[in-house]
């Protein structure tokens, strides 16, 4: 069964930076793809950024584009999130969700999720 532990959130002030891990366990494949998810309250999950584990290609959502990196370290099994020149706007749980069918990266709809860490940006 695969287990997707976030970290790294926290409370920061705006144009500050925060850097979320994720260490996933029971991952039994090489073939997966992996991502971050937000959500506040009232408004949609949005998908920030997602990965392949076999690839250097990273895709981001507009609204984090120029400020936040996901990368990998498929040694750990672990993901991170970069994010830098934080808004008030990013405030909002965090995800790491991955999913071994290549077919589910581009959309919101994965299979494992974790617990989420919060993340608070103050003006």
């Known amino acids: 069964q695969v287990q997707l532990v976030e970290s790294g959130g926290g409370s920061v002030q705006a144009g500050g930076s925060l850097r979320l891990s994720c260490a996933a366990s029971?991952?039994?494949?090489?073939?997966?793809?992996m991502a971050w998810f937000r959500q506040s309250p009232g408004k949609e999950r949005e998908r920030v950024a997602w990965?392949?584990?076999?690839?250097?290609?990273?895709y981001y959502a507009d609204s984090v584009k120029g400020r936040f990196t996901i990368s990998q370290d498929n040694a750990k099994s672990s993901l991170y999130l970069q994010m830098n020149n934080l808004k008030p706007e990013d405030t909002a749980m965090y995800y790491c969700?991955?999913?071994?069918?290549?077919?589910?990266?581009?959309?919101?709809?994965?299979?494992?999720w974790g617990q989420g860490t919060r993340v608070t940006v103050s003006s």
């Open positions: 969700a991955a999913d071994f069918n290549f077919l589910q990266c581009d959309t919101d709809d994965y299979n494992y």
């Open positions: 029971g991952v039994t494949s090489s073939r997966y793809c």
């Open positions: 990965i392949f584990s076999l690839g250097a290609s990273s």
